[in-house]
């Protein structure tokens, strides 16, 4: 019976959400990186992910444990990965509940005909899986950026591609400035991702200056490498973020599996309410020790 009621508080209990160009988001991204393969690790850990996660029903239980708790926004590149879009269509039906898709499609910004054609036929085919969001990939935005000029060059064609679309424009912004250009020049974005972490990984910047640029960016930002691919932990990596952020402003978080998500949904849960979370002591060769405290 206690079992019961436990589940019942944690299924009642829903994430903290924000709201971007009239969206309805929930505070929490879900993140692919631990479904696709991408573990900033290296080639075993990517081989691991993929040999766990190889088919769309492989991926649910992930998935359906962040639905328990409202998180039903995900983030990452769905366009050009179909299977984790047959994952989320499985989750959809298996759970009854709609999940909003951020996608982050890699356009050909070449400034041709032809190049403009691909952007167009990729910008197309998210939405055609079902998109709400569609942010610009990293690697394709910053090609644009023109530093000297404190501008992003044509970024303007591609938001008009994603609106003719009829998808809500953003950008995926590694680079700070992506931010800085965009808030100062008005260009047609509702949102951001930025690179946000405790130790630093993989920001061009420090962190105290990301804090900065995150605080006063016009639109909510959506945050990733929260715990730094596994370079610090969750309690560590997810109380920095969630009290150095806006109310307005989400963080990514992905997961190898239920567990986790459970586990960091707690963290979270506790770091925005200002207290411990109620978690299991970590495993050791010997528990029985002082310094691991009486509970």
């Known amino acids: 019976m206690q079992q019961f009621i436990k589940e019942v508080i944690v299924l009642e209990k829903q994430f903290p959400r924000t709201e971007v160009a009239g969206v309805s988001l929930s505070r929490m991204i879900i993140g692919t990186n ?10 075993a850990a990517d081989r691991m992910i993929c040999n766990r996660y190889p088919t769309p029903e492989s991926m649910f239980p992930v998935l359906e444990a962040y639905l328990q708790y ?22 959809e039906e298996k759970t009854g509940k709609k999940i ?4 982050t499609p890699i356009l050909n910004v070449d400034d ?24 610009i990939h990293h690697s394709s935005a910053e090609q644009l950026v023109n530093k000297n000029k404190a501008e992003i060059t044509r970024l303007d ?21 992506l931010i800085t250009y965009s808030d ?3 260009y047609d974005i509702e949102t951001y991702i930025q690179i946000y972490n405790c130790m630093g990984f993989l920001m061009q910047v420090e962190v105290e200056t990301v804090a900065s640029i995150i605080h006063n960016a016009k639109k909510p930002v959506m945050t990733i490498k929260s715990m730094a691919a596994g370079r610090c932990t969750p309690f560590v990596g997810l109380n920095f973020v969630w009290n150095t952020l806006r109310p307005c402003d989400m963080v990514t978080i992905g997961a190898f599996g239920p567990d986790e998500v459970h586990e960091d949904v707690e963290i979270s849960f ?26």
């Open 100 to 103: 909003i898709i951020v996608d």
């Open 157 to 177: 064609d591609y938001t008009r591609m994603i609106r003719d679309a009829g998808l809500i424009p953003g950008l995926s912004a590694h680079m700070p400035e």
């Open 70 to 91: 409202g998180v039903d926004t995900l983030m990452g590149p769905l366009s050009q990965h179909l299977h984790m879009v047959d994952a989320v269509r499985y989750a």
């Open 184 to 186: 100062q020049n008005g």
């Open 270 to 295: 506790a770091a925005l309410e200002r207290r411990l979370p109620n978690l299991e002591k970590r495993a050791s060769p010997n528990n029985q020790q002082a310094a691991f405290g009486n509970k």
């Open 34 to 43: 631990w479904l696709l393969g991408w573990s900033h690790t290296g080639p």
């Open 112 to 135: 041709t005909a032809e190049g403009r054609r691909e952007a167009q036929a990729a910008i197309k085919k998210s939405t055609e899986i079902g998109s709400t969001f569609c942010l």
